[in-house]
Every structure is written in C-alpha cells, then in structure tokens.
C-alpha cells in the first residue's frame, strides 16, 4: 500500500539548516512526482516545492526560493528537502505527498488526494 513518512524535523536557530526525508514504500518512487507542503499554526496548508518523474524539474514557492533545494534519491525511495537560511516564518509542520503530473512527468505543485495525509515532521525555528 502507498506509504510516505516523513523525517527529520527539529528545533533550529534563525539562519540554520535541516534536511527532510520522505520516505517511500508500496509503489515506484521513480514513477511519481512528489511535493512538501507546509501547514502553520492557525493556517492553510500551503505547497512548498515540489519535483517531477525520476529526475525531473523541480518547482519552488516564491516564499522559500533561492533558500531550499529538493531531491530524490529514486534508488533509496527517498525525496530530500534541504533547508538552508531558515526563517521564523518556517515554523510548520512539513508534509511531502504525490503530485499532480503536467507534461513530460513535470510536477504541478498540488497534492493527487487530499485525503491520505501522513504525521508530518515538525519544524521549528527560532532563537
């Protein structure tokens, strides 16, 4: 059964860097293009980044381009979101789940279903 988990949340300063993992199990990560949305306290979910088929384009929020770098590692089952410069206004809950597709496997930055949302990973930054 399609399953994504994701990983490495935590606490971090102002200008600091983490790096998510959603992993992957019941289909062919290869095969699907995958995005991070974010959900803050008291706000809607919002797409972050997303990228396409195997090693597709990738597509960034206005809000976190420049600073965040996404990848995946097909052989691994394994989409990485690197977060570099992090800012208070981070601080969410980050989810990672199947996109819809455009041309030629290209991401669009909206989840396939709304409706198999996993736990997340909680990102906190602040001093």
């Known amino acids: 059964q399609l399953q994504l988990v994701e990983s490495g949340g935590g606490l971090v300063q102002p200008g600091g860097s983490l790096r998510l993992s959603c992993a992957a199990s019941?289909?062919?990560?290869?095969?699907?293009?995958i995005g991070w949305f974010r959900q803050a306290p008291g706000k809607e979910r919002q797409g972050v980044s997303c990228?396409?088929?195997?090693?597709?384009?990738?597509v960034y929020s206005v809000s976190v381009q420049g600073r965040f770098v996404i990848s995946r590692d097909n052989q691994k089952s394994t989409v990485y979101l690197h977060m570099n410069g992090l800012k208070p206004e981070d601080t969410a809950v980050y989810y990672c789940?199947?996109?819809?597709?455009?041309?030629?496997?290209?991401?669009?930055?909206?989840?396939?279903?709304?409706?198999?949302w996993g736990q997340g990973t909680q990102v906190t930054v602040s001093s």
């Open positions: 019941g289909f062919t990560l290869e095969n699907s293009a």
């Open positions: 789940a199947p996109t819809k597709r455009a041309v030629q496997g290209m991401c669009i930055m909206t989840p396939a279903r709304q409706d198999n």
């Open positions: 990228i396409g088929m195997s090693d597709g384009i990738t």
